[in-house]
Antibody, heavy 120, light 113 residues
Framework: QVQLVQSGAEVKKPGASVKVSCKAS????????IHWVRQAPGQGHEWMGRINPNTGGTNYAETFQGRVTMTRDTSISTAYMELSSLTSDDTAVYYC??????????????WGQGTTVTVS | DIVMTQSPDSLAVSLGERATINCKSSQSILYTSNKKIYLAWYQQKPGQPPRLLIYWASTRESGVPDRFSGSGSGTDFTLTISSLQAEDVAVYYC?????????FGGGTKVEIK
């Protein structure tokens, strides 16, 4: 079945960077966009951006421009999200999600289990 | 950015009764060329990722029980649970995918009365 499996929880110091991975299985990795969405404790969902795994092209939310980098390794069907200059406001659960162009590349039909990032 | 506003923040419904959740977008999310509404509904239970329930405002995702339905037009949308079951206790979110940045409503918590 279609699955996105994310890397484990991270604890980082303020000013550090974090890199979260998202391994896809059960479908053609290069066929569908991968989005990153975060949810801070008690807060709503915040879209960070997306990557086209086929081309490597990215679109980032303005809020994160200059601080986020999304990449992929097609040989292992894995997408990555790196966030730099961390502050306590970046403490959140980070999700990757799939956006299949056959439906709409921005409709998120399958989600990873989430990765908790704690900045302290 | 398109702002998505949900109401109510929470509601308590008796088992077997109807639950209705509202969502309003700050601008139209109807793409006129294909006449599709770029709105999705998600269910999220504690400790779990969101689960897609409805897309194109009214199309049920595969495997979603038919007690869940979506409706609406223009800028006002509704998610209805026709007969609330115990397993439906969760937070429900709307999301527009008309234009980046993708934006979500603040969520509606559904509980059993």
């Amino acid at each position: 079945q279609v699955q996105l499996v994310q890397s484990g929880a991270e604890v980082k110091k303020p000013g550090a960077s974090v890199k979260v991975s998202c391994k896809a299985s059960g479908y053609t990795f290069t066929g569908d966009y991968i989005h990153w969405v975060r949810q801070a404790p008690g807060q709503g969902h915040e879209w960070m951006g997306r990557i086209n795994p086929n081309t490597g092209g990215t679109n980032y939310a303005e809020t994160f421009q200059g601080r986020v980098t999304m990449t992929r390794d097609t040989s292992i069907s894995t997408a990555y999200m790196e966030l730099s200059s961390l502050t306590s406001d970046d403490t959140a659960v980070y999700y990757c999600a799939r956006g299949p162009p056959a439906r709409s590349p921005n409709c998120l039909d399958v989600w990873g289990q989430g990765t908790t990032v704690t900045v302290s | 950015d398109i702002v998505m506003t949900q109401s109510p923040d929470s509601l308590a419904v008796s088992l077997g009764e109807r639950a209705t959740i509202n969502c309003k977008s700050s601008q139209s999310i109807l793409y006129t060329s294909n006449k599709k509404i770029y709105l999705a509904w998600y269910q999220q239970k504690p400790g779990q990722p969101p689960r897609l329930l409805i897309y194109w405002a009214s199309t049920r995702e595969s495997g979603v029980p038919d007690r869940f339905s979506g409706s609406g037009s223009g800028t006002d949308f509704t998610l209805t649970i026709s007969s609330l079951q115990a397993e439906d206790v969760a937070v429900y979110y709307c999301q527009q995918y008309y234009s980046p940045p993708l934006t979500f409503g603040g969520g509606t918590k559904v509980e059993i009365k």
